[in-house]
Each structure stands twice: as structure tokens, then as C-alpha cells.
């Protein structure tokens, strides 16, 4: 029976890391940018939340609704007036720029917050559970950032399909000259992924900074478990990083099952494990170069 | 027409620096007859610090190969060290040595997987396969688990002695790291890389295996980290698993590359320099450093994606390890004579 509850937690884990992947994914979608301070950015947004508890006593589910739209701004200033500088070229730039402000990130953060564990608290709501059996029990906080996760990725499935900048993000994905010949500006669009991405992030680090605590130093860990949810998933898929986070949740949770010291390791084992079979993931589309 | 052309390898500048090299390689090695303990121990940094970077240049530079998962070869140079030295039994320096194959070897498996991915996918692929290098370290307690181990055999020998061999050992990790990207370089193989980095698509459909070229790059660099691994941990002795895989190693690397100039065998030399003055003068603050280091290194890259090097490079067109093949044409007449 404790094994079945791993396996319920670790489902859940998922919905988590799905919150990670999803920013990950649609940036490399739109413009071929793997984003080394992805993590970081995610602890950002923790820790400004906690910053802004710290100053006002707002409550952090109100203080959500200031920080993911800073998020927002904070994506689309840095992709304007420094990433888009950096796609002209080979795909060094963007990586060496995007791992120096990782670095920067996490120092600046050490810094100014101290190597301290910091935690937000979602009141009532991170305690109580549904109990289904004796062992087997739902965190309403996990469940919770489960269908917060789902929603998410409905709305930007229906975003992206529906409307009309999500065909011109769609469009510039497929073919960013086709597309400027349509009159589609694409430093904009690359900005607003990289808005809409950061956005995703701040929801997925606060999240997690109400579910544990957080220092400023595991933020490489997050871009890590994005990133394996989205190779799982299989690249180009938006409900592949859900898959990709239940798959990679599940594993670290029966994984710790089997030693407490195991969990993260049989996560990257499973990961390795489907780098090895199915290299182009598990629900990939089409294989993308 | 083509007899007429003359291949030239070597400048001026590229003579005097020889010169130049030999002079100053004779003069670090007899540092520890004057030096002090302490400048010693920092120029047994410098040295193997010099050596990560280089080996990073070579893989990044040259190869293509975005690797942040460097420092798993540092680690298990640091755990190579400990296991031939303490569990083995061989002499302290010559498990530097076997540890830095074990790291080559080590690098094999870790291309087969890491070479499925491409670009960045490639970068992040590679810190997956250092962080499970890491906790398996963590969670195996023959290696001392999360707590880590003292290499026992290093600090067993004399002081005098452990001090001067590794810093001969870190001498001849930074120097051997620098002349063996030069001699790759001058070989077929950097002919081959060359051709990789203008144009994978042109370089194959020429004959040139890819995969062989990059796997031998991927090796040689695990060679060159995990011997400049074992020699830190000779000079620190006490390893910690979250220490000795700390992505920071691969961090300095691309710092040191980046601002001194990615693709020249100078740049690294250049990096390291600023590594130390940015890291002396910001010594009282904490990491602000690194802050700085990274602040440089995106700067650099933007503005000046060469590096440093490059910037005198272009001014005085100076090559002190000339890599390339430069055409020299027959005088003016004679080509008109026969067109």
C-alpha cells in the first residue's frame, strides 16, 4: 500500500515539475533558446515573494498576484534588450549569456538572502489532505498544484491555438522569416514567450516555496528536473512535459521509497534510461532539430 | 599555380613566443626552490584552473561541444585520487595520474548518452550525467557518502615533498593541457574540427567522421579535467562530494574561456590572469566575484564575442600558437606572367 501512495505522491510531484517544464518548453519552442537561468529565475520569484511578505504582510496567495506579472516583465525586458542579441549567431551565445546569469543569479541571491532555507506559508491549505485509506492520503496543496498546472496548460493550448498572437507565435516557431514577411514582428514575439515563460516560473517557484523550502542555490536543481520532464515528455509536446513530470515525479518519489538518499538519483536514472531507448522522448510529435 | 603557393604554419611572433615559452616553462618549474608555500598553493591553482579551461576551450572552441557537466571529471578525478591512492595502495602522484585515465575511460559511456543530444539540450544533458555522477558519489559510503573522505595517502607524505611534486604535477597539467590543444590542433584531427566548426554538414559530406572527431575531443578533455581534478584535491586533500562536482568548476572554466576568447589557445592563458586579479581584488566580498566574473563574461560576449584575445588579436595580428594554415601567393609578377 506504500507503494501506491508513492506512486499518488509522485503523480502529483508531477503536476509540479510539469509547472517547470512548461516555460522551458515553449521558449525552446519558439525560438531554439535553452534558457540555463531558468531555475534561478523560478527561485527569483520565490524569494521576491518572500521579500514582499517580509515588507507588506501580505497574504503570498495575493502576493502571487504581484509576482507573476513581474515575472512577466521581467521575461520580456530581458529577452528584448538582452537575449534577442544573443539568437543572431550559433547557439553559443545564448547559452554562455543565459549561464552567466544563472551564476549571477544565484549569487546575487546568496547575498542579499543568505544561504539561509527560506519557505512561503499557504496557510491551512498546505496541512490538510484527503484521506482515501489508511496509507493513502491527497495533500489538497499537491492536488491543488496539479490542476493549477493542467489549467495552465489548457489555457495556453487553447492560447496558442486559438488566438491570433498565438498563431503568430505559432508561425514564428515554424518559420521566424515567413513570418516577418507577414508583418510579424518577432524581437516581440520572442519577448513574449519569453514574458509568457516567466510567468510560468514564478507560479512554478512559488509553488514550490509553499510545498518546501528553497535557498538560493537550488535553482540549477529546477532547470534539471524541467528539463528531464521535457526530454520525457518528448521535445515539442505541451502535454509531453505533463507526462514527462508524472514520469519523472513517480520516480523520485518510489525511488525514495526504495533508500530516502535515492529519490533525485533514480529520477536522472529513469531520465538516462529513456535517453538511451527513445532518445526523441516518449510523446514526441516530430523529431525537431 | 598551386606549386607556386607556399603553405605557411609558423609567424614571427609565434617564434619569439616558443622562445618566450620555453623560457618562462624553465622558470615555473624551478618555482619550488624560491617560492613560498603559500604562492605555491595559488599557482598550483592557477595552473590547474588553466588546465580545466583549456580543456573546456577545446570543447567548446573547437569541438562544438557545449559541456556544463565538466565537473563530473573533476570529481572523479578527486574520487580517482582517493581510491588508487587510500583503497589501491599506488604512490599519491601516480594515482593523479590513473585517476585522470579513469575520468577518460569514465567518458566514454557518458558520450554514448550525452551525444544523443544536440546544442543545448546537449549543455543541460551533460550536468544530468555530472549530478548523477555526484550522488552516486553522495550515497556510496565506501567513498565516504555525503561527508566525504581525507585522502590519507597524500596527507601521509612529507610535506615538503606532497607540496613540490604536486605542484610539478599541476605545472605539467597547465602547461601539457595548452600544448596538447596546440598539438591537436596541428594535427588531422584539428584540421578536421576546423572544418566541423565552419560547417558540420560540409565537414561530413567531405569524409570527416563527426562522431569519431567529437568523441576523441570529449575524451581527451575527461582526461585533462579529471588529472587537473586529482591534482586540486592533492593540494586541498579533504574531498566533499557536493565540493568536488560543483558545477562552479565548469563555471570558472567558461568564465576564464569566455572573457579571455573562446577558440584561441592565448584566451584561456588571458582568462585565468583576470580570473585571479577580479578574484584578489574582490576578495573581501563574499561571491561578488562571481557576480563579477559572470558580469564580464556576458558583457564580453555580447560586445566582443572573441574574448580579450581578440582584441589584441585584431590590432596586432599576433599569433603566439598558430594554428592555422595561411596561403602565402608568389610575388606579383610571376602571377601575371602565368595567370
Redesign the interface.
Known sequence: MEWVNAVVQGILLGGLYALFATGLSLV?GVM???N?AHGDLSILAAFLLVAIVDATGLDPWIGLALVVPALFVIGYVLQYG?LN??LA?G???????T???S??LQ??L??VFTADSRGLDAGSIETSSIRISDQISIGWFPLVTFIVSIVLLSVLQLALSRTRTGRALRATADDPRTAQLQGIDNRRIYALAMGIALATVALAGVFLGMRTTFGPAIG??R??FA??AV?IGG?GSLWGTLVGGIVLGVAQTVGAQI?P??G??TG??V??AV??TR?TGLFSRQVR? | MSGELTVVRATTASRLGAVAGVAALTALATVPFWASAGDMRLLVEALTLLALAQMWNLL?GYAGL?S?GQQAFVGIGAYGLYYFGDKVGVHPFLAAGLAGLAAAALAIPTAG?AF??????F???T???A??YH??A??TSYLGG?SGVTVGSAAALERGTREDGTYWLALAAGAGAVILVYAVLRSRLGLALTAIRDNEEAAESLGVDLVRAKLVVYVLAGLGCGLAGAVIYLNLLRIQPDAAFT??WT?YM??IV?IGG?GTIEGPIVGTAVFFVLRELLSGY???Y??A???V??VV??AA?GGLWSLVQRRFDLRLFPVQRRLRLPPAPEREANP
Request: glycine share 12%; aromatic share 10%; hydrophobic share 65%.
Open positions: 525552446f531554439r533558446l535553452v540555463l538582452l542579441r544573443t549567431g547557439e553559443l551565445a545564448p547559452l554562455l549569456v549561464f552567466g546569469l551564476i549571477i549569487n546575487v546568496l547575498e540549477p536543481a532547470l534539471i528539463f528531464e526530454i521535445l533508500s538518499g535515492w533525485v538519483l536522472h536514472l531520465f538516462l535517453l538511451a532518445p532539430q | 567548446a557545449v556544463i548518452l544523443r543530444l544536440r546544442g543545448g539540450y549543455a543541460i544533458g550536468w544530468v550525467i549530478e548523477v550522488l552516486l553522495v550515497n555525503g558545477v562552479n563555471a567558461i568564465f569566455v573562446i563574499g561571491t561578488w562571481l557576480v566574473l559572470g558580469g563574461a556576458v560576449m555580447l564575442p
